[in-house]
């Protein structure tokens, strides 16, 4: 009887650390990830990257990784087509100046 118990107890406890076990695993980022970044995020992103200037790549490589990912794919300056379809043809992807918003798109994979 006494056995039993102890059987079952252990059975609980293995079945709770089972349950639980996975949801204390963190998450990775996807492989591939784009960000749209306002002209007006007071860093100076789009100012670099809507000019091409030679910052751009680096700006673009230090903003993925401090997004948790390995390197900048793609970055530039966003079709108003991309961002959403449900903007009207007049209107753009801009900050209140004026600017353009800007793209990076990062991935996983070195």
């Known amino acids: 009887m006494r056995r039993a118990f102890v059987l079952t107890g252990l059975a609980a406890h293995l079945i709770a650390l089972a349950l639980l076990l996975p949801a204390a695993v ?6 591939e990830a784009t960000f749209i970044i306002p002209a007006s995020d007071g860093y100076g ?5 809507a000019t091409g ?3 751009a790549a ?5 903003w993925c990784t ?3 990912y390995a390197r900048a ?10 961002a959403t379809g449900s903007l009207k043809e007049e209107v753009a992807v ?3 100046r004026g600017a353009p918003s800007v793209s990076i798109t990062c991935s ?3």
């Open 53 to 55: 200037d030679d910052c």
């Open 45 to 49: 992103v789009a100012e670099c990257l």
């Open 108 to 110: 996983v994979a070195p």
């Open 66 to 68: 401090a997004q948790g």
């Open 26 to 31: 963190t998450a990775q980022p996807a492989d």
């Open 94 to 96: 801009t900050s209140r």
């Open 58 to 62: 680096g700006v673009a490589q230090a």
């Open 73 to 82: 794919t793609h970055f530039g300056v966003v079709d108003r087509r991309e």
